[in-house]
């Protein structure tokens, strides 16, 4: 209804008449088949999730009344390959032959960058540097990485550019907990914290791999997924830009949110790929700014160069 004062100018009301009816004869924000596509969506994103989080419970009643329910209704498949997996009422995230690529048996790596060693250097059981990043001089202590970014590891970080990846990534969040530990059998508390999208890429993708493959670490580590980290710009894409550019480009990008308690703290910084380190570098220069103990870089994958 219009509301019409004595004191209202009928010139006036015409313009917020016809204002309205302007209004009116608009397209709803949210057309009809957004609405359609998002729903159908959801089941799709969640409902593996969910089916995650009443598996893995920890209580027996739960797990025994829905086991049934939910192997009928989302069936545990691979997360890499979509095979459907025996096994059911478990937490079985991949089938044998992707675990086998996913987690090989004895991969030698540097210990501060995560660059497999070259193969004479095999016997030795690793390195506290090596050529690749002798020279380098990052904000963060060290890297831990899940493997090279090839074959499955890399389908699955493509994919985990895309809200159907997310439920993978998870899992390679969880295997990355393995890593983390294999490293620091004692207790370590860290925090794990997520590198930043902008926010406007965020909106537009709507998912950051990362902040997945940190929500599955933390839950291995039975810990949670602390945000303290944004991007202040919106930098250009790493891999848009040449390798010498790159700490440039996300140079004082990243700052710690008011009010983080981070004094003393050892932080996991959780992203999909390191290749130069520029990124996690300029993140970890943030984090150790604001007090962190120590900074290091959980990776899915390290990016080396070819040869
Ligand atoms: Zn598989
Ligand atoms: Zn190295």
Redesign the pocket.
Known sequence: MLAVTPATPLRRISRIAAERRRCASRPPIWPVKSVVILSARVPQIWLPVVARRIRGGASLVVRGVSGALLDLIAPPR?L??G?LQEESHARID??E??RAELVPPSLRVCLRCATPLAAETVGIPAAQDCPVCRDERWAFESVVARGVYRGVLRQLLLEAKHPQGAAAARGLGRLLAGSVRERWPGELSPLVVPLPMHWRRRLNRRINSAECLAEGLAEGLATRATPVLWRRRATRQQTAVAPSSRAANVRGAFAVRSGAALTGRTVLLVDDVLTTGSSCSAAAQALRGAGAARVVAVVAARRVAPG
């Open positions: 691979c890499a390959c095979q991949w089938c032959a992707c």
